[in-house]
């Protein structure tokens, strides 16, 4: 079965400086992975999703994670924090039979001025 | 932007009614989904349907029914609400295969008196 751990449950920058939530995986076939992003009292938006082509996958507003097989890793960064991304994100990950989605317990991102 | 609509967004109700929580999705989409989400944890599958007539029961125990009559409709039933039930209820749906990503609507935050 797989699970997801994502590291921090809370994550503070500063605008301007560079964003980096970390999330280690567990799966026992080749997963699929996912960053959502949910902003207060909003639905879950997709950031961006790894589906075995390129390691390095780039996502929506400047976000880009990097696959690590070696390390079971699926970090999320961002270059330069914007205050518009403030919010809730969800590492989750996805075994065969694809209904099955697993999903971190999430890290909140603080963005200060 | 995925097509997915939820209604109603907000709702607060008295212990014992019956409520009915209505999501749809105009992307043909056969897989549907339903998560519990309270604040500031992570979601928890509780129902699920792989097409008309389909639904099965996810990883967390919930006493709510959901029915599939139409693809594109996928409701939420809680016969006799209680304070337990308080929480925000998100619908997701995907496609059946291939391109499986799941797309979620606003969610619905429940109160229950």
């Known amino acids: 079965a797989q699970s997801v751990t994502q590291l921090d449950s809370h994550v503070s920058v500063s605008e301007g400086t560079p964003v980096l939530l970390r999330c280690n995986y567990s799966?026992?076939?080749?997963?699929?992975l996912f960053w959502y992003v949910q902003h207060p009292n909003k639905g879950l938006q997709l950031l961006l999703k790894?589906?075995?082509?390129?390691?390095l996958v780039k996502g929506i507003n400047g976000f880009e994670a990097e696959f690590k097989k070696s390390e079971t890793s699926f970090h999320l960064t961002k270059p330069s924090a914007h205050m518009s991304d403030a919010a809730e994100y969800f590492c989750?990950?996805?075994?065969?039979?694809?209904?099955?989605?697993?999903f971190g317990a999430g890290t909140r991102l603080t963005v200060k001025p | 932007e995925a097509d997915i609509y939820q209604t109603p967004r907000y709702l607060v109700i008295g212990t014992g009614k019956k409520i009915t929580l209505e999501c749809s999705q105009t992307?043909?989409?056969?897989?549907m989904y339903w998560y519990q989400q309270d604040p500031g944890m992570e979601l928890h599958l509780i129902h699920y349907?792989?097409?008309?007539?389909?639904?099965e029961k996810g990883d967390l125990s919930s006493e709510s029914t959901v029915s599939r009559i139409r693809t594109e409709h996928f409701p939420l039933t809680l016969e006799s609400a209680r304070p337990s039930h308080t929480s925000q209820y998100l619908c997701?749906?995907?496609?059946?295969?291939?391109?499986?990503?799941?797309?979620f609507g606003p969610g619905t935050r429940l109160t229950v008196l």
């Open positions: 992307m043909g989409h056969d897989k």
């Open positions: 790894y589906t075995s082509a390129a390691t």
């Open positions: 989750v990950v996805s075994d065969v039979g694809y209904n099955d989605m697993r």
């Open positions: 799966s026992s076939y080749s997963p699929s």
């Open positions: 997701a749906s995907s496609r059946t295969g291939g391109e499986y990503t799941q797309y």
């Open positions: 349907s792989y097409g008309v007539n389909s639904t």
